[in-house]
T-cell receptor, first 111, second 114 residues
Framework: KQEVTQIPAALSVPEGENLVLNCSFTDSAIYNLQWFRQDPGKGLTSLLLIQSSQREQTSGRLNASLDKSSGRSTLYIAASQPGDSATYLCAVNEGAQKLVFGQGTRLTINP | DAGVTQSPTHLIKTRGQQVTLRCSPISGHKSVSWYQQVLGQGPQFIFQYYEKEERGRGNFPDRFSARQFPNYSSELNVNALLLGDSALYLC?????????????FGPGTRLLVL
């Protein structure tokens, strides 16, 4: 059974810092991995999608990497801003669009 | 363009009752998936539908059912509600439900069971 783990569960950093969020998964037989952002009480916003054949994806200040063989992904956020405060979720796609999610990392950026 | 919409936004029910949640996908999207997110946890996959056919089912009891209509909107039904069914229910859509497609999520319906 696929298990997705995100470390740390919560992170608080001052504005302007670069930071890394971690995601690990137990079964490397995935089609892709997706990073989402969730604001309190709201739905999910897709940030980056990495196909299993890719190593990384970039969007603005965000960069996500994927190492399928070791079951790891990282989300790098450059020059963090207070508006980046949210919960960040990673999810692996096992097929039929069944996403298996981690529990998320709650990120707080302090002005 | 409108995103994925869900109704109602909030709902309060009592144990044993039945509830129906609704989802309208992004225009042109034919695949709809449902997820349950308990407070403090990541979402869990419940169902995926494509062209009115069930394409995938998660590890949920038979009290949970869903269907998709010809206009690709979808309903999630939960019977005999339990306190543990209290959660945010999320709907996601994509063009065909293909494994390489991004899923777009709606704002969710927050269900509280008393």
């Amino acid at each position: 059974k696929q298990e997705v783990t995100q470390i740390p569960a919560a992170l608080s950093v001052p504005e302007g810092e670069n930071l890394v969020l971690n995601c690990s998964f137990t079964d490397s037989a995935i089609y892709n991995l997706q990073w989402f952002r969730q604001d309190p009480g709201k739905g999910l916003t897709s940030l980056l999608l990495i196909q299993s054949s890719q190593r990384e994806q970039t969007s603005g200040r965000l960069n996500a990497s994927l190492d399928k063989s070791s079951g790891r992904s990282t989300l790098y956020i450059a020059a963090s801003q207070p508006g980046d405060s949210a919960t960040y979720l990673c999810a692996v796609n096992e097929g039929a669009q069944k996403l298996v999610f981690g529990q998320g990392t709650r990120l707080t950026i302090n002005p | 363009d409108a995103g994925v919409t869900q109704s109602p936004t909030h709902l309060i029910k009592t144990r044993g009752q039945q509830v129906t949640l609704r989802c309208s996908p992004i225009s042109g999207h034919k695949s709809v998936s449902w997820y349950q997110q308990v407070l403090g946890q990541g979402p869990q996959f419940i169902f995926q539908y494509y062209e009115k056919e069930e394409r995938g089912r998660g590890n949920f009891p038979d009290r949970f059912s869903a269907r998709q209509f010809p206009n690709y909107s979808s309903e999630l039904n939960v019977n005999a509600l339990l306190l543990g069914d209290s959660a945010l229910y999320l709907c996601a859509s994509s063009f065909t439900g293909g494994i390489f497609e991004t899923q777009y999520f709606g704002p969710g319906t927050r269900l509280l069971v008393l």
